[in-house]
């Protein structure tokens, strides 16, 4: 083996480290809102979160990049530490398909159909197909597929890199002395620990020992404590990323470190106790790529099946590597709102801001809830938790802004662009419906501060007005995180319904003045009440728009003027919504003070 087949080696190890990158990136965005709702099932269920794991690293092809997500989604406080477990142990089993697929280089037959079923022979072809899908194809998924075959070529095209550079080693009596220090489990061990922590890619130290197995000089006796070695390996991705993460996230790390170290430490020497007494024939024996992949698929199997029962044992555990100190017992540890471990993983990023931001807009409207309420029956403890949530409320806007465009500068599914369009518009009126909050409540803070209140009539058609908004809320925000277009189309008759009642109070009003039934002081307050739920009643139906516009592909502004002079629907929703609220409204009467 000379200078230039190393040349290749390395050259070989770059295009499969490059594929598997380009094909896990086209898979995550295919997988897309696939894979958000996958995540949302998470349960304590250890088979569930087990056959999930396993699904989401067989659906991305990385191991560590779930892991890195689930160190993500912990230091952000959506996933708890009891429900990574199970996933963890699932992506062990999950990735043992790469090593299936990369056993094909091996096959040889003069069949055919069997040749066929070699890299070399069909990933051109693949490679080809997806090039023009890339090129011709005018949907983003579409080119997804694409970049998922050439990134699939391309690794297979270094697996064979890799074997064709390793070839000559088959009759290099150097080669031969070296595999002689591998006869050491521990050496064995070790090495593959530390070159696939290097690499940082379980997958390409496989595909690497699977591509030194076709020499023809790699045992079984060798293979086997390289593989638990490289599954010792691949933990240093987790380690490295909960770096500068909580204490929780830290403990996901620890939690993959000791389910390869316990799996290693339990089987490798029980295996040579029972070699020891049974003498296994096959321990001697030539290991091909396809005898790679099995080794390291029971490896995992049996690994997963004995530490799966002991899911809380190996919790407790890391909870004694990983200790809290006193002032974390004392205080609830402080968790990141949006993590940026999770970007590499951009549907998963996608849908942790958009549960973030059902959590702001859940907080903005109870403050709009509490301060409606203030109106009719004051209290100081919840006008000081409005003003709790609006300082809330500004740090979820700021955060988010900052994060969503962060998410938008990746390639991005269609679909996922679009929630994050939805995202991006909305997050500014659920704020300004917050600060309509406070405004709401200052207002109730001054009829208390300066012992007044509205006449019956007043507070009635107050009341009635307020009954309206509520309703108009609900539908938005319910239409927004439902992600409901049938919700967002009831939105916009309502908020007309609510222009109508506004004028008609302040003409009730005007009247109330001319009559002396109300003074001038009250009449400030109670037109800045109407302008505030007038303002709400708009961010609602702007809510409603966003989603109609975004999902329709219609201009809101064009919808919205024929919506309401042709559409039989829209007019009979309004005249329905309008018979309701001006039956509870009532006939004014001027004289009632």
Same mark, same amino acid.
């Given at each position: 083996m000379d200078i230039f087949s190393v040349i290749t080696l390395l050259g070989g190890l770059a295009f499969f480290l490059y594929g598997m990158n380009v094909m896990s990136s086209g898979l995550e965005k295919l997988a897309g809102s696939k894979l958000e709702v996958v995540l949302k099932k998470v349960t304590s269920n250890k088979f569930k979160s087990l056959a999930l794991g396993a699904g989401i690293t067989i659906a991305i092809q990385s191991s560590s990049a779930l892991t890195v997500m689930l160190v993500g989604l912990v230091n952000s406080g959506i996933m708890s530490l009891s429900q990574t477990i199970g996933v963890l142990m699932g992506s062990n089993v999950g990735t043992t398909l790469t090593a299936w697929i990369l056993s094909l280089s091996g096959i040889e037959s003069d069949n055919v159909f069997m040749k066929m079923l070699k890299p070399e022979s069909f990933s051109p072809?693949?490679?080809? !197909? &997806?090039v023009i899908m890339i090129m011709v194809a005018k949907h983003n998924r579409t080119k997804d597929i694409?970049?998922?075959?050439?990134?699939f070529s391309v690794l297979m095209t270094g697996m064979t890199m890799m074997s064709d550079a390793v070839s000559p080693l088959a009759d290099s009596p150097k080669f031969s002395s070296l595999l002689t220090a591998f006869q050491n489990p521990i050496m064995g061990v070790l090495v593959g620990a530390v070159f696939t922590g290097v690499i940082q890619s379980s997958a390409a130290s496989v595909g690497i020992l699977q591509s030194l197995s076709l020499t023809g000089q790699i045992t079984y006796g060798m293979a086997i404590p390289i593989i638990m070695g490289q599954n010792i390996g691949t933990c240093v991705t987790a380690l490295i990323?909960? !770096? &500068?993460?909580?204490?929780?996230a830290k403990r996901v790390a620890v939690v993959h470190i000791c389910f390869n170290c316990f799996g290693t430490l339990l089987f490798l020497p029980l295996f040579y106790l029972l070699h020891w007494i049974v003498d296994f024939a096959f321990v001697d024996m030539i290991i091909d790529p396809a005898g790679v992949a099995l080794t390291h698929t029971i490896f995992n199997l049996l690994t997963t099946a004995v530490l799966l029962p002991f899911t809380k044992q190996i919790e407790k555990?890391?909870?004694?590597?990983?200790?809290?100190?006193?002032?974390?017992?004392?205080?609830k540890e402080k968790r990141a709102l949006l993590d940026e471990r999770l970007l590499a993983t951009p549907a998963v990023a996608i849908e942790?801001?958009?549960?973030v931001t059902i959590g702001m807009a859940e907080l903005s409207k109870k403050s709009l809830q509490l301060s409606v309420g203030l109106l009719f029956d004051y209290n100081e403890s919840i006008a000081g938790k409005i003003q709790?949530?609006?300082?809330?409320i500004d740090k979820y806007e700021d955060k988010l802004n900052a994060y969503l465009v962060q998410i938008s500068k990746h390639s991005i599914a269609s679909n996922d662009n679009r929630t994050v369009s939805k995202m991006l518009h909305c997050i500014g009126n659920f704020e300004r419906i917050g600060d309509h909050a406070i405004n709401i409540m200052e207002s109730a803070h001054e009829l208390h501060a300066k012992g007044i209140c509205f006449s019956n009539d007043a507070a009635k058609e107050l009341q009635t007005l307020c009954d309206a908004l509520l309703e108009i809320l609900g539908l938005a925000y319910q239409a927004f995180e439902k992600d409901d277009l049938e919700i967002a189309h009831q939105v916009e008759p309502l908020e007309e319904v609510i222009d109508t009642l506004n004028v008609e109070l302040k003409n009730r009003h005007i009247k109330r003045l001319q009559n002396d039934a109300c003074t001038v002081e009250l009449g400030y307050i109670y037109q800045d009440l109407l302008t505030n739920i007038e303002r709400v009643?708009?961010?609602?139906?702007?809510?409603?728009?966003?989603?109609?516009e975004i999902d329709e592909q219609k201009n809101i502004h064009k919808y919205l003027y024929k919506l309401k002079e042709d559409d039989v629907n829209f007019q009979a929703s309004f005249h329905e919504y309008l018979d309701q609220y001006y039956l509870e409204l009532g006939q004014p009467d001027c004289k009632d003070a």
């Open positions: 072809i693949i490679a080809l !197909i &997806g694409g970049r998922i075959m050439v990134g990323s909960s !770096i &500068g993460a909580n204490r929780s555990l890391t909870c004694l590597f990983v200790k809290d100190d006193k002032k974390e017992k004392k205080e942790a801001c958009r549960s709790k949530n609006e300082k809330r009643s708009d961010h609602c139906s702007n809510i409603a728009g966003i989603l109609i």
